[in-house]
């Protein structure tokens, strides 16, 4: 029997592999497709303390797409804006998660590519490769994936389809020309919001001869997918040109799950919704379950005391921005650039709110 059997090895379930390899657990990785294709294959934003917590290092060299200088969140197209400073790292998730398999392996655990799980019962994985006997199996399979201990369905208007493209800049003149008009310089980033209706972004960020496209919206209120803004704001700036890579994907919002465990199963990231609702951002809360779990299992503790855990020190934030990603559902443009006046939506609450934490009290700055 081996102590962890991990279904997925996306970014969750490469980081929950290789933190509880490192501590000396014996762990099976799964994974639906090739290794190299597991996960999102996108640049995304992750706040640097999470890489701190999760005690993994933070990214470097061709890892660190870049690093947010400043991020203005405009209302609509403009020109209304406010603008934060937060520690917000630009990663390039294929190699994130590439970095997390290989520490995985070196630390003695087995991944397995294209294998699928058909269900877990009494420490028994069934997959496509035959059964798994496990002290404990993970579901770090997303929200649409192996549902090992029968996840609720997420609701259409619980559902962000978010995008994200790195594309070449054909006319470095007009790119630097655009982001000048909008009050930026190279590095920063100008966040759309609400253009697609309260939930939605186009968030584009310039490095060198490149740009980062991220954009993300409800469809499900009756609004165009985030490829599809992609493909609507690249056809009317003709300095942006072909992509280099990127993809697109179906995020689960809202409250995470109201249990993580059924047994010696245990679900986490995406497929128990440990998700930052406020902008759709998985990835550092991801790296910190995980290392919290493989903390929690090698020191001899079980699910139960892994979701009090989690619970204590997560569930009141991640709730009550879940509050302000169903407020914010519902704002035009007009109601934003209002709430940007009066100093509600401010330097403070966007700084918090990027990097997944509480507002400082009282203060604007």
């Keep these: 029997m081996i102590d962890v059997a991990v279904v997925g090895q996306g970014t969750t379930g490469a980081a929950v592999a290789a933190l509880c ?44 797409f870049g690093v947010v200088t400043a991020f203005h969140v405009v209302a609509g197209w403009g020109p209304q804006r406010v603008t934060a400073k937060p520690d917000l790292l630009e990663v390039d998730m294929r190699k994130l998660v590439a970095r997390l398999q290989q ?68 006319d470095i003149k007009a790119a630097r020309s655009f982001f000048e008009s909008h009050g930026a310089a190279p590095g920063d980033t100008v966040c759309f919001t609400s253009i697609a209706g309260g939930y939605s972004i186009v968030n584009v960020t310039l490095k060198g001869e490149t740009i980062g496209i991220l954009t993300g919206s409800i469809p499900a209120d009756g609004y165009p997918t985030g490829k599809a803004l992609i493909d609507q704001f690249v056809e009317k700036h003709a300095w942006i040109g072909d992509t280099i890579f990127g993809g697109a994907r179906k995020l689960p919002l809202g409250r995470p799950i109201k249990k993580f465990s059924a047994g010696n199963v245990i679900a986490i990231g995406d497929a128990a919704v440990q ?88 203060s604007r700055a």
């Design 21 to 64: 390899a490192r501590r000396g657990l014996s762990v099976v990785g799964l994974e639906r497709h090739d290794l190299q294709e597991a996960g999102a294959r996108w640049v995304n934003g992750v706040s640097g303390w999470q890489f701190d917590e999760a005690q993994i290092e933070r990214p470097s060299g061709d890892e660190l």
């Design 103 to 170: 520490v995985a392996i070196a630390h003695g655990a087995t991944l397995h590519p294209n294998v699928t799980a058909h269900g877990a019962q009494n420490g028994i994985l069934e997959t496509s490769i035959g059964r798994i006997e496990a002290r404990w199996i993970v579901d770090a399979s997303g929200f649409s994936g192996a549902r090992l201990i029968g996840q609720p369905r997420i609701q259409p208007r619980d559902i962000c389809a978010a995008a994200q493209e790195v594309r070449r800049v054909v």
């Design 275 to 362: 998700m930052f609702s406020a902008h759709g951002s998985g990835i550092g809360a991801g790296l910190i379950a995980a290392n919290l779990l493989a903390e929690t299992l090698a020191t001899g503790g079980d699910a139960a005391r892994y979701e009090r855990l989690w619970r204590k020190r997560y569930g009141l934030l991640f709730g009550a921005y879940d509050l302000v990603r169903r407020f914010s559902q519902n704002r035009t443009p007009e109601q934003l650039a209002a709430l940007m006046r009066i100093g509600v939506v401010s330097p403070n609450s966007i700084k918090a709110g990027l990097e997944q934490r509480w507002p400082a009290p009282f």
